[in-house]
């Protein structure tokens, strides 16, 4: 297995200089589940959005299959932001045929597949679409792709179980098996049965590291019981 | 990757350019036919009601051409600053900092298709403006094509060299003008993404520092160019011999000035998207 994420030291500052992570220091390796899990606030976006080179770390540094972000990171990397990024104007057909164009191993039969098989109509544009439904197109799109990382943020936030259950099936059917995939969320219930490891994280700072077998093995419980101790409020 | 980037964001963009460009060149065309028609004068002038109506259609017409004008010069500008801005630092950003490609390709492949509709929108404004004037003064004033004609001979007895040197300088100033524009305004909006709040509003003022602190500079270089152009004469009354060639020395560093600043207004950008990018 090899590294596909290293960070060291990072750390992050908004204005407030309150930092928002600090000092992570982290390394995933390919062919992994990882579950990166906190409460809202904790640093889980903060980090992803540092890993894709959309914040600058105000400390430290991330090597994504070791490289800093940039051009070959953003080849091997299939980002899912926790918000909707495609243009509302835009046809579904027009959104496949941009991520063929981008990236090289973007799979449109997968996406065409997919598609088809929510009903979803390929030539209607965003806007018309609901909003789970913009949601799956988006995750479609992301799991489309022959990634090294697949980068989750927040997937199964805001939509209801039947459509959870949907967008589970689909990370799991579709993603490269060589690959690593870092979901981020706090609904643990819905995720605990496909993830290999978790990551737990409190104000910014990593708290826990382990696998889920470690964690029923060591506090006999389940992921989700274990995370509601941790976080008790 | 900059050609894949430039065919989206042709594709994104051509049809309200296209509608913008087209509402003014059908304007042009209704006044040239309408200045030309024959029995436009007779009409307007054969009776009061004839002038009141000519009146009428004169400022309808003028109103509503310049306001075509100024959606397609302004309206253009501005829907090219917002692309700009909800494309690359918006939520839509989340897509497009996450492409393969670097951010000098990002930046130039809005750059040029903005440039691209900029000088076909400047090109059409020049054309039909003057075809429409000209058409006006012909109907009004009965100016012929021989005058005209007569008019760039003149020019033209100045030598060609001379006429060749300003032709050139003339386009490299308006090609200029309408790249800095762009980059003008690509450099204030990412001046105000450094803003923890209200990055809209620093944007808008960040445009506005940029116009006067570009304005100051400008003046500066300026005059102190015209001092060196000058050189050892005593006075400006010294070229009166030879004013043409002054104001070819002035309009070159003008020139000059133009694309030395549209290179710092680029390199604000990209350092700024490269180096500082935060989508919060």
Not at chain 1, 147 to 176: F, H, M, Q, S, W
Not at chain 2, 107 to 134: E, F, H, P, Q
Request: hydrophobic content about 45%.
């Amino acid at each position: 297995m090899s590294t596909i994420v290293e960070c060291r030291n990072l750390t992050k500052c908004y204005n407030s200089r309150i930092p928002a992570v600090t000092g992570i220091n982290l390394t995933i390796e390919s062919g992994r589940i990882i579950g990166l899990l906190g409460p809202n606030g904790s640093g889980k976006t903060t980090i992803i959005k540092m890993m894709n080179g959309l914040l600058q770390p105000t400390k430290g540094e991330v090597l994504i299959d070791g490289e800093e972000p940039g051009i070959h990171t953003r080849s091997v990397v299939s980002y899912l932001p926790e918000r909707t990024y495609l243009e509302a104007q835009k046809t579904v057909a027009d959104i496949i045929d941009f991520f063929d164009d981008f990236y090289v191993d973007f799979r449109p039969d997968r996406a065409l597949q997919m598609i088809d098989s929510l009903g979803i109509d390929y030539n209607a544009r965003l806007k018309t679409l609901s909003k789970g439904a913009k949601e799956k197109v988006q995750l479609i799109l992301v799991m489309s792709r022959d990634a090294k990382l697949y980068i989750l943020d927040e997937p199964i936030a805001g939509v209801d179980p039947a459509a959870r259950d949907y967008i589970i099936r689909t990370i799991i059917n579709n993603y490269n098996r060589d690959a690593s995939v870092l979901i981020s969320t706090h609904l643990i219930t819905d995720i605990e049965d496909v993830l290999d490891e978790v990551i737990f994280l409190k104000q910014g700072h990593l708290v826990l590291r382990a696998t889920v077998d470690e964690i029923k093995e060591k506090y006999g419980v389940s992921v989700d019981k274990h995370f509601r101790e941790v976080f008790a409020c | 990757m900059l050609g894949k980037l430039v065919s989206h964001e042709w594709k994104d963009s051509w049809k309200i350019m296209s509608l913008l460009n087209a509402a003014v060149l059908i304007l042009s065309i209704i006044g040239i036919v309408f200045f030309n028609a024959d029995n436009a004068v007779e009409l307007f002038d054969s009776s009061d009601i004839g002038q009141t109506m000519g009146v009428f259609v004169y400022s309808s017409y003028s109103m509503i051409y310049v306001l075509s004008i100024l959606a397609l010069s302004i309206g253009s500008t501005l829907y090219f600053y917002v692309r700009f801005y909800k494309n690359l630092y918006t939520d839509q950003g989340y897509l497009m900092h996450t492409l393969p490609v670097t951010e000098t390709e990002l930046i130039w492949s809005k750059a040029i298709v903005a440039i691209i509709w900029r000088i076909i929108g400047t090109l059409i404004m020049c054309i039909g403006i003057s075809s429409v004037l000209y058409s006006f003064f012909q109907l009004r004033l009965g100016w012929e094509w021989d005058e005209v004609m007569d008019a760039i001979e003149e020019v033209f007895e100045m030598g060609p060299m001379f006429v060749a040197v300003y032709i050139i300088l003339g386009i490299l100033i308006g090609l200029g003008s309408i790249i800095f524009t762009i980059f003008k305004g690509y450099a204030a909006i990412s001046i105000g993404q450094l803003a923890s709040k209200n990055k809209v509003l620093a944007s808008v003022g960040a445009y506005f520092g940029l116009h006067i602190g570009i304005s100051i500079v400008s003046n500066i270089v300026t005059q102190f160019s015209m001092i060196v152009i000058l050189g050892g004469r005593k006075n400006i009354f010294n070229y009166l011999d030879e004013p043409g060639w002054f104001f070819a020395g002035f309009m070159a560093v003008s020139a000059a000035l133009i694309f030395i600043l549209c290179a710092v207004c680029y390199i604000i950008t990209r350092q700024i998207m490269k180096n500082r990018l935060n989508l919060e």
